[in-house]
């Protein structure tokens, strides 16, 4: 229900929809008194035995692209040829997790990862770890500690990391969370940086009113000795009756400067309409003085101190961070129990940043605009049927864009679906007056085999043609993924 409330229309809301109707018809049945001493024994049985599960998914993917780049320049009368192989590798993923459920304690082990085979001349085959973590907690959750490689997104935490997350409820009202670890930049990276350790305690609270919930926090960085982060934060949620808002502002007490501040929200009303917004104001990149390294011929903040005060550090750092301020607003609209109609404009701004440190200014990006409009239809041809007639158009300081999109999805049987996509788009610079015409058509299947066995082939294709007051440039292209998928 609740997601119906944020997201009326769109790919998923009708099979959210079915899948809710099917739970309400299930649910209206009371239960029988067999129902119930069976579920009680069950319990019972599960409590004293513990109950372990296990799932997750495999898969591998082989990609292929490949493009032709013909350039011919008018002043010498020359043509250049080259062709790239961007990427030839296979990818396999794997996300595993299993839980042990007893009458006391809770656990949860949870591995996620990929493996890159590069087949290029110079590739080079790359692991990458994105989750690898222990939770264990009481039966009630009123404790809870998670031990490993992980993601957070709330209490000041800014992502992917390795350490520990602890957490002890108070009352039913709020509940005590601390954090240390040391942050991941890139999920290639296996092992811990020991030169980057955070630590940060929250206060998470409501459900007021059976509406508001947040959370307030302190948390600090350090890197290779050095304060990198300092920061105070704090968020607020909203969720009732249609509506609901999220807001987040993050406040760094070291550089005595905002970090960035979030408002979003949504609004239904009517028979399934939506009006959408967001502000957001942040730096970038985000305040760390680690940015103070950027173009500078030195690995750490240690090394950098040989060469410039820790004021002038502080400087550098704010200097390579500009300001970025992004507003949106959005409808959603039914327009038919088959019919829907999407609209959005972006309004966005990035400040210029100074010379300093022998690191050249980069301008400011000056006002840019985004619009988006999409004609959704659904069930228009056979139940589970998707068409998506996309417009999207940009005006940027540099460019001028316009981008059309076909995209459909057409269910064959149960078992096997078909995804053919068209986007042609038109470009015209403002700075040589050159312009650029493209169209990109791919293909994706879907089928399912009786094993539950996912294959996923796509091809697509690519065509682009870029003219300038100098010459004109002809780019052609193919991609190929072919993968398969088990869930299980």
Known sequence: ETYLRLYPTGADSDRVRQRLAALMATAGRPPTQVDTLAAKGRDRRDREKGDWRAGGSLSTYYMRDETHQRISDDASNTTTELNDTNLNQVLTAGDMFATYVGDKVRVKFRASGTYTNDFRPRGHDIGALSALNVEIADSRQRYMARLGRQTRS??????????????????????????????????????????????????????????????????????????????????????????????????????????????????????????????????????????????????????LRVIYSDGEIRQLAMDRSAEAK?????????????????????????????????????PATGTEYYLSAQLIGSGLFREGDIGILGLRYADTNNMSAWLVDLNTRYPWSRTFRINPRLQVGYRQNKNNSGTELSARPSLRLYYMTRHKLQFEPEVGGEWLQSNTPTGHETTTGYYVNMGLRRDF
């Open 326 to 362: 992004t507003v949106t607003l959005g409808i959603a609209q039914p327009l038919s129990k088959k019919l829907s109609f999407n609209t959005d404009l972006t309004v966005s701004q990035v400040s210029a940043t100074p010379e300093s440190g022998g690191v050249p200014a980069s």
């Open 154 to 303: 709330t209490g000041g935490v800014l992502g992917r990391f390795d350490g520990g997350l602890a957490s002890i409820r108070l009352n039913d009202m709020f509940k005590l969370e601390f954090v240390a670890g040391s942050p991941v930049l890139t999920p290639k990276k296996v092992m811990v940086d020991k030169d980057r350790v955070f630590y940060g305690t929250s206060l998470a609270f409501g459900r007021f009113r059976n509406a508001w919930d947040g959370d307030i926090y302190v948390i600090e960085q350090r890197s290779h000795g050095e304060i990198d982060r300092r920061a105070v934060g704090a968020e607020l949620r909203y969720l009732r009756n249609g509506r609901s808002v999220f807001s987040a502002v993050d406040y760094d007490i070291h550089f005595n400067t905002l970090n960035f501040a979030i408002v979003n929200g949504s609004w239904t009303y009517g028979d399934g309409g939506a009006l959408t917004f967001s502000m957001d104001y942040r730096r970038s990149p985000l305040l760390f003085t680690d940015n103070a390294l950027i173009g500078q011929p030195v690995f750490g903040i240690d090394q």
